[in-house]
Each structure stands twice: as C-alpha cells, then as structure tokens.
C-alpha cells in the first residue's frame, strides 16, 4: 500500500508562489509516473501536471503552463509542485497521486491514478 502526504499549501496573494510537496511511502516510485490534480468547489477534479519516472517527461493543463513547474527528486521519494504567478482561479485542493500501471507518460485521466493524498489548500486571493 502507498501512502502519499502533501504539504506546502496554504493562503497566498494574486501573483505570489508556494511550492507543494508530496512525500511517498513504498519502494516503486521511482518507477512510476506521478500526477497533481485539483478540486475547486463544486468543481470535478482536474489534471494540473504530471511527471515521468525519471523525469525526464512533464505535462501540464493549459492554463499554468509557463507557472506551474512539477519535479521529482526519486531519492527522496517526493514530488514537488513549484506555483509561481498565482491567480484567484488558482484557489482549490490540490492533490497528488501515483499512477500505478507501467505507463512512463503522464496521463490526465484520475481514473488512471490509484493512490491519491488527502490533499491540501490553496488559496490566492485578488
């Protein structure tokens, strides 16, 4: 079973940063593709970005790419969510999640992601 902990949220004004982290239990990470995702209330869970096994590969959703940079460090077995130039639009739970098939591309379908965090808070006011 893997556990995924993220940190690293919390409330920050239009056009600053925070950088999110997401630490993994188990022994596979390094050999499976990572994905951050968010929730707006009311709203559906959507794809933000997501990372090969070694890296090497990224992907983001239209609206943070240029913002949002998403890295891993597999040593450490963490993911991280680097978000500069926040926008109210910004605001919602972000969560990370492991895809666990032997896909080495990330995907942006949540049904292709098994293990999920509780995720945490973001907050950008205008």
């Known amino acids: 079973q893997v556990q995924l902990v993220e940190s690293g949220g919390g409330l920050v004004q239009a056009g600053g940063s925070l950088r999110l982290s997401c630490a993994a239990s188990?022994?596979?990470?390094?050999?499976?593709?990572m994905g951050w995702f968010r929730q707006a209330p009311g709203k559906e869970r959507k794809f933000v970005a997501g990372?090969?096994?070694?890296?090497?590969?990224?992907y983001y959703e239209d609206s943070v790419k240029g913002r949002f940079t998403i890295s891993r460090d597999n040593a450490k077995n963490t993911v991280y969510l680097q978000m500069n130039s926040l926008k109210p639009e910004d605001t919602a739970v972000y969560y990370c999640a492991q895809d666990v098939s032997r896909a080495n591309y990330p995907r942006v379908d949540a049904s292709e992601y098994a293990y999920w965090g509780q995720g945490t808070q973001v907050t950008v006011s205008s």
């Open positions: 188990g022994r596979t990470f390094s050999s499976k593709v």
């Open positions: 990372i090969s096994w070694s890296g090497g590969t990224t």
